[in-house]
């Protein structure tokens, strides 16, 4: 009997479980594979780390939630006392107004999502390989050109862009609003129904799109969706070092500290 | 009954087959940003992570206060108005509606820094904890853009005039410090570009403007 004529003889089903036997001893050998120098890294003293990072990311999630719920209810409370006085009423107008303003408040409209990515280029030898990466610069630039163009509200990868916000870097990856952010990255933006056109005929941004995208292959898309959902800030609205001034001076002005090895400012 | 057993090994292998697919894509996708991290990358994203983890805590328990003297107040009859009051105060103030003073830092600048060099001063700022900060006379706050070049820098549509300063409110050592440490955003423009002279000074007391901006947006809605 030939070779052939055999696996003719074989009834459908073996040769179905054959394949599909064949095509699991592939897949374990990949997941061992790929398992391998993930634990050779992990067994080494980052193990806690990473596992501390994940942790914290985990309750911060919790934290979040916990924030969100506590403000609907709060909302929910302080409206219910609006059927009493016309005061009462008005203070909640204004809180609600306060609200969106300090980006407490999820917002939709018109609008476009700026995604970026990694270049697919390998970085040439001597060259540096942070350059073909996206960094918390490349971000901090797009929103600069977006707010630069009319923007209304943006956020990062859900994380609502306000007063407070920083943009750093940590290795490879980014903080926003101290949340661990990861590639691609999606810039959404609230704007006039022209912040496309206005960002795209914008110096800096054509700039941006020349050094980064053309000059390093970082990926850079622009969608223009029916509208555009921005989240709300979570996070603390609590000032611990600033006071409300009474009567206002015109501009800022300060008072040097006394203390030893306070430098001397140049003044104004 | 032959067939019936191999329709069962087949069924439990697709399965197994399945789950690994999944393992495996899940496996590469998920835990690879975290593990390209160095010792030290993960050391930074933990203090972070860790720092805003405390202020969300307290954030979650100031927000539970409030709530359980609004429903106790509600149970009274009584309308709250003192609470709504400081709930808006405290909103405006962190908006930047409100003129605020309190401790910091200011920061005199010379030299030919241009609109990114000036932001990159700002975003060490936020990432210090600053909590109100001001270029000139003009607050930043959300749209707020420090642009041009060296000699020809607004802050939206207002010049800002060569020597001018930034003022920004939050623990002075910690501004100063987080500013001013090696490899920071100082030592980089002393590295790169050493005709840019930055001084920072704590101070006792900075007095903030507010911003003219309404920060009300007239396309975008809120979204319930």
Redesign the interface.
């Known amino acids: 009997m030939t070779a052939l004529a055999r696996i003719r003889a074989l009834?459908s089903?073996?040769l179905?479980?054959g394949v599909?036997?064949l095509?699991?001893g592939f897949?374990?050998a990949?997941?061992l594979a790929?398992?391998g120098p993930?634990v050779r890294?992990?067994t080494q003293?980052?193990t806690p780390?990473?596992q501390?990072?994940?942790d914290?990311?985990t309750?911060?999630d919790g934290?979040?939630a916990?924030?969100l719920e506590?403000?609907d209810?709060?909302q929910g409370?302080?409206g219910?006392?609006a059927g009493?006085?016309a005061?009462?009423k008005q203070?909640?107008a204004?809180?609600q107004?306060?609200?969106?303003?300090?980006?407490?408040?999820?917002?939709?409209?018109?609008?476009i999502v700026i995604q970026l990515e990694d270049s697919k280029e390998p970085a040439p030898p001597g060259g540096s390989e942070a350059d073909y990466l996206v960094g918390?610069r490349d971000i901090?630039?797009v929103v600069?050109q977006l707010?630069?163009s009319g923007?209304?509200?943006?956020s990062v990868n859900g994380e609502r862009?306000?007063?407070?916000?920083?943009?750093?870097d940590?290795?490879?990856?980014l903080?926003v609003?101290?949340?661990?952010l990861?590639p691609p990255y999606q810039v959404s933006a609230?704007?006039?129904?022209d912040l496309y056109q206005e960002l795209s005929a914008s110096p800096?941004f054509i700039d941006f799109v020349r050094a980064r995208g053309a000059g390093y292959g970082i990926q850079i898309s622009v969608a223009e969706p029916e509208s555009v959902?921005?989240p709300a800030f979570?996070?603390?609205?609590?000032?611990?070092?600033?006071?409300?001034?009474e009567s206002?001076?015109?501009?800022?002005?300060?008072?040097?500290?006394?203390?030893p090895g306070?430098?001397?400012?140049?003044g104004? | 009954m032959h067939?019936r057993a191999?329709?069962l090994?087949?069924a439990a292998?697709?399965f197994?087959?399945g789950l690994?697919?999944v393992?495996?894509l899940r496996?590469?996708a998920s835990?690879s940003?975290?593990?390209?991290?160095?010792?030290q990358?993960?050391?930074?994203?933990?203090a972070?992570?860790?720092?805003?983890?405390d202020?969300?805590?307290?954030?979650?328990s100031?927000?539970?206060r409030?709530?359980n003297t609004?429903?106790s107040n509600?149970a009274r009859g009584d309308?709250?108005?003192d609470e709504?009051?400081d709930?808006?105060?405290?909103?405006?103030?962190?908006?930047?509606?409100?003129?605020?003073?309190?401790?910091?830092v200011?920061i005199?600048v010379?030299g030919p820094i241009d609109?990114?060099g000036v932001?990159e001063l700002i975003?060490?700022l936020?990432?210090a904890g600053?909590?109100?900060i001001?270029v000139?006379?003009v607050r930043?706050?959300?749209?707020?853009?420090v642009?041009g070049t060296a000699g020809a820098l607004a802050v939206g549509d207002t010049a800002l005039p060569p020597?001018f300063?930034l003022?920004a409110?939050?623990?002075?050592d910690k501004l100063t410090g987080s500013l001013t440490r090696s490899g920071g955003v100082i030592a980089q423009f002393a590295a790169t570009q050493p005709d840019i002279v930055v001084?920072?000074?704590?101070?006792?007391?900075?007095?903030?403007?507010?911003t003219d901006r309404?920060?009300?947006?007239?396309?975008?809605?809120?979204?319930l």
């Open positions: 009834p089903w073996q179905t479980l599909a036997l095509a699991l897949l374990i990949a997941q790929a398992e993930r890294y992990t003293e980052r780390l990473v501390t990072a994940k914290l990311q309750e911060q934290l979040k916990r924030i506590l403000r209810k709060i409370v302080e219910e006392g009493a006085a005061t009462v203070l909640n204004d809180l107004q306060a609200r969106i303003a300090a980006g407490l408040i999820p917002l939709t409209g018109t609008g918390s901090r630039d600069e707010w630069h923007a209304e509200a943006i862009i306000t007063t407070s916000t920083a943009i750093i940590v290795g490879t990856s903080l609003n101290s949340a661990y990861t609230i704007g006039a129904p800096g959902d921005i979570v996070g603390t609205v609590t000032l611990r070092y600033s006071r409300p001034i206002p001076s015109a501009g800022p002005s300060a008072v040097p500290s006394g203390g306070a430098s001397s400012s140049g104004r | 067939r191999s329709q090994t087949i292998v697709a197994v087959l690994l697919v393992l495996q496996s590469q835990d940003a975290l593990a390209q991290l160095s010792a990358d993960l050391t930074v994203l933990v972070n992570l860790n720092a805003r983890n202020q969300l805590r307290r954030e979650g100031t927000l539970e409030e709530l609004l429903t509600q309308a709250s108005v709504i009051t709930d808006l105060g405290r909103v405006r103030a962190y908006a930047g509606l409100e003129p605020v003073a309190g401790p910091g200011t005199a010379e609109g990114p932001e975003n060490e936020r990432n600053a909590e109100a001001a000139g006379d930043m706050v959300p749209g707020e853009v642009s020597g300063e003022t409110i939050g623990a002075p001084t920072v000074t704590p101070v006792d007391r900075v007095e903030l403007p507010a309404t920060l009300i947006p007239a396309h975008g809605r809120p979204r």
